[in-house]
């Protein structure tokens, strides 16, 4: 699953052709955040059910790894991580939002992603100039996918 998030084209090329670049093509940043939230079952009653989701020390596990192997894959300085099981609040601003629902054999991601590339020419170190050329990503793995 680490090599498809990174893999996945979802940015768009200098011309404006869309779904033409990667994260790793654009030298975008990645946010690992882990958020079982999203396991939730709503079918009865009126609260959230989080009996599918995997135990503490298991998600962590797997979430650890996962986090690992996406830094392996890719440029370990533009692979953050967030909090393991921390209350934060986390903003948001879209840029044309994307919101991709991938599913393979293993379940189900999440990726949510502000799409504004830098240019062809501010492609060097970090994709940040002072709000241009911002990537901004993040996705969420259920704890399907951590059995």
């Known amino acids: 699953m680490a090599a498809k998030v990174l893999k996945l084209k979802l940015w ?3 011309t404006g052709g869309t779904w033409k670049h990667s994260v790793q093509d654009i030298k975008g940043e990645v946010l690992c955040v882990s958020q079982f ?38 440029d370990s300085e533009k692979v953050k991580n967030g909090v393991f099981q921390a209350m934060m609040q986390v903003g948001l601003v879209n840029d044309g939002p994307v919101g991709v629902d991938y599913r393979s054999d293993e379940g189900a ?37 951590l059995e």
């Open 12 to 14: 768009p090329d200098e």
């Open 37 to 74: 939230t999203l396991l939730a079952s709503t079918k009865k009653g009126s609260k959230p059910d989080f009996h599918g989701a995997a135990g503490g020390e298991k998600a962590k596990e797997l979430y650890d790894h996962f986090f690992t192997r996406v830094q392996e894959l890719y």
């Open 109 to 145: 991601v999440t990726l949510e992603i502000q799409t504004n590339p830098p240019k062809a020419s501010e492609r060097s170190g970090t994709a940040a100039n002072e709000g241009e050329g911002e990537v901004g990503k993040g996705f969420e793995m259920p704890a399907s996918l």
